[in-house]
């Protein structure tokens, strides 16, 4: 500084002490230079004057916004001196390079009017107004502090509790910001197409923006009824934490409070996150619900609200902003990473960059030199120069000071460089919805982003003369006032989005479109395109899987430019599968929409693992069959082909020139063709299933079935498998002509009561309860046949064999002999053998095993009951066309069966697979997409219905007690919920007691304690079947069950038994054990001490001793000995 600046420096410094001490009544000497002005007192009217008054005394033009950019005299001194130079560091003009860009992926939002993506984007294109009438209570609540208007989230209290797996009690203490940020999350991880199987233990961050908890303030002081519940639910800490929780997140986890700007703030904590490695991914916003009028009233009295409910950003009306809530969220990845993925991305963070302006002109005074650093900062971290920069989304809270502070910061930044004709759009979203406050940032994020990707700028609103105090003709911008579309340029487009808290934390981040030319193309297979598309759906309940099925329809009518590849690859590969679930096929829109206008839900409740595939035998090939999945390199026709090539081995004929000979099917009533065949086709089958991600946990074979179900179990190798095909077709072969068989409905003991006067006739199968296969000889069978009454349904297969008959004995020694070198290995999968009728390992397997296979009856029925005992009710057929699944469903008549498919029909086009695929996903199956399905993008499709239902505390008088019981409202209630579960549980002691139907009881008992302690209202919509953790069942519930039903029934419960995905019938069924073994144990007991007393000397003198209740208690033992 030469003598002349330091002259001048000091004449300004003494000009204003002189001012200040005269306006203010100060004196001189408490006036220091480095102090903010707000310090002594000076309001905004009081410092536009001393700018006029400044302009005489420097002879230059003073914007009257210059005291809230230089805040100090010390400050303004230096400005005016060195040209703006403040003594802050030098900045490092490096940028970032592009390969640290972010891109978003995924977003969700609930603002006002707007409960998506789509209808956000739709009222700002059509520059609407959301702002409305305070709706219901709170109307009047704050009509009486000014605030008739806001931008309102509707339904703020309701709630679907049971999607996120919470109990009502715990939901209904719950802030609805809360709550409200959990449906945005998972709408924004959908919207990225993130199952939950994709997030769980990923390395994701969570960054909410929230400051504020109106819902909280009186529970939480209230000593009597507030619990834990109230406390987790009303943490601000939480609402980040809960997310990681539900989803099973490892990354950070952190609610980010700097007031205004705080969501924004969570978008630079986010990318900072991803940019150290610190996350892989990381879901970013905020969230702000306005129920306390205080803050509103407090807000009014210090200037801050439009009087007309209106804000009038950038205008010369402009008085303040309008309170508006909501929440979003966005999902964010790193660039490659989302490449690599192939994630939809709807635009690119190129930067970013958050600051404080200290000690400014009062704590809640915008700076606009600290606004213009923090744009300064973004833009270096970009790599990007203020010329570059094609629209800005402003803070832009529309107050008369705050706007041109703001827009002059701007021009600053962007003026450098910038030639005079181009220009850079703003504008700011609080003119349609308001200032969401903590969620004012995402708001505004939200919106640039949809901006970029439909390349359109926005209108800004109520905007009808500018500010006088913006310059706007002298600065290189342009406010929005109607839709601005623009084409693919040169350059992709770059915005930046402003969020500035009033505590002077100040964020700005900059985007840029996404050029779609980087994605990589659709994944392709060499597997064919399907002929039928499988649309997936599901949900956590009927109602919520139903509506979905509705939209999904719509959908399909009115998006007629998304490809059913794209649909269908998004809901089967990018959507979390639910337990209730409907699948539909089509090979068109149209086919699909009727599917789901037909569509019957279905809760996959079933285990999937209890899955059974079914191998039929001989006797439903047919020419061609299997040619429709021998294309391509899939599993199908890999397997064939290992088959053909050891076939050959064997037979020195080709399996694959048999099936491709056209018309020529000369080979159908050859065994020692056909059943070669038929085996090879059941294993390709089998490689095409476990391809598509089903794995059976057992198996049953159907005569030559039988061999399969062993390849299947992996007991016999492929090799070993075709030897056996080998030897036991050719050796049947041999006895071509020399029998018949006879398919009869008539049960097995009429049957064989019959059979004594036909000794060349005997049973081949048992298929069903009345589903009899005889063979013998044919003119036994056919003298049979004549004398059966006409009222018994009979049918002559069309063959010359008698398999499984006498005709076979011959064949059996030979057999034994040829399938000597067979080796055979311990199971993996539960065999049900037709051949004993039993499960059975492989352990005791021999030559003598497939000898009896071929001459012994097909003991089917029984194979299929004893695996239906041991709980197995979903059955697959693998053959060329369903012969037995018929029979699984005659046997499973009493619903032991809840599924029955099959996987190839005679003149299948390879329909057949993909419906069994379908009903095996709504039976509960995971299926491997990637392999069963579409091929495509991920793309937009609808996201989940909510099925919400009113969630609140009203009052103090209605808030958690943290009792067990129903809470009931006052001391009598207490008492009376007391009184009736003690009636029950003596109920229950008796029925146990009196050993008579106990467990019904019990169920409803319990169904009324949980339903109690979750708050489920009434007892009755509890289900008995669904898992207590799903319902919200949590530790601090099951340990007040634990003790509650410990104290009711006086035994012994294990906690862990309430949370191990136990449902309330399987927690009845374990109480009603611990109480008959106690009751058992009892009865022992005073057994012994009879008998001691029956062999005492002194009998007389013992009896003398018991009491009046042991007397009962001897008399009805010795009762009931007499009566057994």
Known sequence: MDKGQDKRYKDICNWFVQQISALKQISQHEIKAEFPFSRYGLDSKELVSLSGELESFVKRSVDPTLFWDYPSIQAVARHFVFGGENGHAARDDCGAEQEDAIAVIGMGCRFPKSRSIDEYWHHLRSGENCITEMPGLRSSRFAQDGMHRAGIVEEIDLFDNEAFHLSPREAEQMDPQQRMLLEVVWEALEDAGLTNEAMNGSRTGVFVGISSNDYGCGKLSDYERSGIYTVTGNSNCIAANRISYIWNLRGPSMAVDTACSSSL?????????????????????????????????????????????????????????????????????????????????????????????????????????????????????????????????????????????????????????????????????????????????????IKTVLCLHYREWVPNLNLQEINPYIPLRDLPLQIVRDPVSWSSGSRPSVAGVSSFGFGGTNA?????????????????SQQAPPSLHILPLSANSHGSLTRLAADMQRYLQERADASLDDICYTAQQRRTHRAWRAAVLGSNREELALGLERLTATCASADPSNLVFVFSGQGNQWNGMGLQYLSGDNAFTRTFLECDAIWSKYAGWSLWDELHRGADDAWADRTDAAQPLVFAVQASLLALWRSWGIEPKAVIGHSLGEISAHYAAGVLTLEDAMRIVYW???????????????????????????????????????????????????????????????????????????????????????????????????????????????????????????????????????????????????????????????????????????LAAFSMRRGDDGACMPEAAARLYRYGADLDWNAVGSRGQCIAIPTYPW????????????????????????????????????????????????????????????????????????????????????????????????????QQFQVSLPIVQLLEGITTRQAASKLHGILLDARDRQSNEERSRIDDLLNSGDMERDLGELSDEDMERLLLLLTQEKGS
């Not at 700005?508 to 392709?524: C, D, I, N, R, W």
């Not at 004893?866 to 057929?877: H, I, K, P, Q, S």
């Not at 106990?998 to 708050?1015: D, I, R, W, Y």
Request: aromatic fraction near 4%; include cysteine; charge should be negative.
């Open 508 to 524: 700005h981040v900059v985007l840029q479109e996404y050029a779609t030319s980087l994605m990589p193309p659709a994944q392709t």
């Open 265 to 445: 703030v969570a978008v630079h904590l986010a990318c900072q996150s991803l940019k150290t490695g610190e996350t892989n991914m990381a879901i970013a916003g905020g969230v702000n619900v306005i129920l306390n009028p205080a803050i509103s009233k407090a807000f009014r009295e210090a200037g801050m609200l439009s009087a007309d409910g209106r804000c009038k950003t950038f205008d010369s009306r402009a008085d303040g902003y309008v309170r508006g809530e909501g929440a979003g969220a966005v999902i964010l990845k790193p660039l490659a990473a989302a490449l690599r993925d192939r994630d939809r991305i709807y635009a690119v963070i190129r930067g970013s960059a958050v600051n404080q302006d200290g000690l400014s002109n009062g704590l809640t005074a915008p700076n606009g030199q600290a606004q213009e650093e923090v744009l300064q900062d973004a833009y270096r971290i970009a790599g990007l120069s203020g010329e570059e920069i094609d629209y800005i989304e402003a803070h832009g809270t529309g107050t008369a000071l705050g706007d041109p502070i703001e827009v002059q910061a701007i021009g600053r930044v962007l003026s450098r460089n910038r030639s005079a004709a181009s220009k850079c759009y703003i504008g700011s979203v609080k003119t349609n919805i308001g200032h969401l406050e903590a969620a004012a940032g995402i708001a505004g994020f």
């Open 728 to 898: 036991r077709g050719t050796l049947m072969q041999s006895t071509k002509g020399q029998g018949a068989m006879v398919s009869i409905r008539m049960p097995l003991a009429d049957i064989e009561q019959r059979l004594g006067e036909y000794p060349g006739v005997g049973i081949s199968a048992v298929n069903g309860p009345s589903s009899i296969v005889l063979a013998g000889e044919a003119h036994e069978v056919e003298r049979l046949l004549r004398n059966l009454p006409d009222t018994v349904k009979t049918h002559l297969l069309s063959s010359s064999f008698a398999f499984h008959s006498h005709l076979m004995e011959p064949l059996c020694d030979r057999l034994q002999t040829e399938l000597g070198p067979v080796r055979y290995r311990l199971a993996r999968l539960r065999i049900y053998s037709t051949v004993t009728g039993r499960m059975e390992n492989g352990l005791r397997l021999g030559a003598e095993h497939w000898s009896d296979n071929m001459r012994k009856p097909v003991r089917f029925a029984d194979a299929l009951h004893a695996a239906m005992l041991d709980g197995y009710e979903a059955f697959v057929e693998l053959g060329p066309h369903p012969v037995l699944t018929q029979h699984v469903e005659e046997c499973g008549q009493d619903g032991e069966v809840k």
């Open 947 to 1046: 099925e919400k239902r009113r969630l609140w505390i009203d009052d103090p008088e209605a808030s958690e007690r943290g009792t067990i019981g129903a809470v009931p409202d006052s001391q009598t209630d207490r008492a009376r919920e007391s009184s009736r579960h003690a009636s029950s549980v003596q109920h229950i002691l008796q029925a146990v007691h009196d050993r008579v139907e106990t467990l019904p009881l019990l169920e409803e008992h319990l169904q009324g304690m949980f339903a109690s302690v979750l708050k489920i209202i009434p007892a009755s919509d509890l289900s008995l079947d669904r898992p207590l953790v799903m319902l919200g069942m949590d530790s601090i519930m099951a340990l007040q069950l634990k003790h509650a039903i410990e």
